[in-house]
T-cell receptor, first 111, second 112 residues
């Protein structure tokens, strides 16, 4: 059974600082996704990573995938308050089409 | 495309009543998922369909829950009878491999 672990689960950081959220998973996969959920809202897709070494960037967020290490990172550069949200990673396993989600990392950016 | 459309956005019902949640997936997407989200249990997969066929319903909590997908553009999740512990946000999502999910806005269900 595919297991997806995110850490940390809760992250409080100051504006302007850098930090990394980690997502590791238990079985071979080369499809990983990051989603963002604002409080009281739905989940929206942030990044789609489809191969080893894939790197995607949007604004202050950068995601990467290392399929050999079974690890993805979501790096936050110079955090701003607007980045406060819960971030989920999800991994496609052997069941085609079905992603297994991590528990989410709740990020709070303080002034 | 208008995205994944869920209705209603909010539902308040009394214990014992039947509740039906509706979902219209994105045209062309061949997977449809129903999730439930609560503070206590997080995001839970209830059931998913591929080309309108249920693939895995092992996440459906009990027989009170049922889901159908009569065609490619419509799905329902029914709870009968509803109980207070069913109170949650229910999300529908659709996808086309390998591009990940598109989630609907969710239905906030309160059973009193």
């Amino acid at each position: 059974e595919l297991k997806v672990e995110q850490n940390p689960l809760f992250l409080s950081m100051q504006e302007g600082k850098n930090y990394t959220i980690y997502c590791d998973y238990s079985t071979t996969s080369d499809r990983l996704y990051w989603y963002r959920q604002d409080p009281g809202k739905s989940l929206e897709s942030l990044f789609v990573l489809l191969s080893n070494g894939a790197v995607k960037q949007e604004g202050r967020l950068m995601a990467s995938l290392d399929t050999k290490a079974r690890l993805s990172t979501l790096h936050i550069t110079a955090a701003v308050h607007d980045l406060s949200a819960t971030y989920f990673c999800a991994v496609d396993g052997t069941n085609a089409g079905k992603s297994t989600f991590g528990d989410g990392t709740t990020l709070t950016v303080k002034p | 495309d208008a995205g994944v459309i869920q209705s209603p956005r909010h539902e308040v019902t009394e214990m014992g009543q039947e509740v039906t949640l509706r979902c219209k997936p994105i045209s062309g997407h061949d997977y449809l998922f129903w999730y439930r989200q609560t503070m206590m249990r997080g995001l839970e997969l209830l059931i998913y369909f591929n080309n309108n066929v249920p693939i895995d319903d092992s996440g459906m909590p009990e027989d009170r829950f049922s889901a159908k997908m009569p065609n490619a553009s419509f799905s329902t999740l029914k709870i009968q009878p509803s109980e207070p512990r069913d109170s949650a946000v229910y999300f529908c999502a659709s996808s086309l491999l390998p591009y990940g999910y598109t989630f609907g806005s969710g239905t906030r269900l309160t059973v009193v």
